[in-house]
């Protein structure tokens, strides 16, 4: 992967889904290794058609994506949709914002926060120990609102962060 380039950012289209859903599962693997459960982060990444159907499925009824290019490959992407949380803790939920280790630092996860980032107060889970993320997030107004679940998935403890509106 090349980081000398800027990747280009555009909205996913439905052919993406194949090559969006190996680049989130890459992203997981580097950013999740550290922390999540092996057995369970190797279990949750091995079903392939698994995640090209959740892909294929979310390009079709939304919300939109936007990815970030770089040299023809994939990189990043990020997503911000209605509040999933049954206490409606905001009205609007970052749902993902990943890139490819080979981007971290480079302001490619700032370029897609900026993308997406939405006018109304907004939530997100982060892992509790995931200390990169969790410093991303309360650089662009976040902070944690005490709320904490186990992420089943992945074997660890994630606590929500909320952000009004600057």
């Known amino acids: 992967m090349s980081t000398t380039r800027t990747p280009t950012l555009r909205p996913a289209a439905a052919a993406d889904a194949r090559a969006g859903a190996a680049m989130h599962a890459a992203c997981w693997r580097e950013a999740y290794g550290p922390y999540a459960d092996p057995d369970r982060l190797a279990e949750r990444l091995a079903d392939t058609d698994r995640w090209v159907a959740a892909w294929t499925r979310q390009l079709e009824v939304g919300p939109p994506r ?5 040299d ?19 009205p609007r ?7 490819r280790a080979a981007y971290w630092g480079t302001g490619l996860g700032q370029r897609l926060w900026d993308a997406v ?3 109304d ?3 997100l889970w982060v892992l509790e120990d995931n200390d ?10 976040f902070v944690a609102d005490g709320a904490r679940e186990l992420y089943d998935d992945l074997g660890a403890w994630e606590i ?7």
């Open 132 to 141: 990169r993320a969790r410093g991303f997030y309360a650089r662009n107004g």
């Open 121 to 123: 107060p907004c939530s």
């Open 72 to 90: 023809g490959g994939l990189v990043g992407f990020a997503v911000v949709g209605p509040s999933r949380d049954d206490d409606h803790a905001t």
């Open 66 to 70: 936007v990815l970030a290019e770089d």
């Open 93 to 99: 939920e970052l749902y993902a914002i990943y890139t």
């Open 117 to 119: 980032r939405p006018d």
């Open 160 to 166: 929500r962060m909320v952000r009004s509106p600057a």
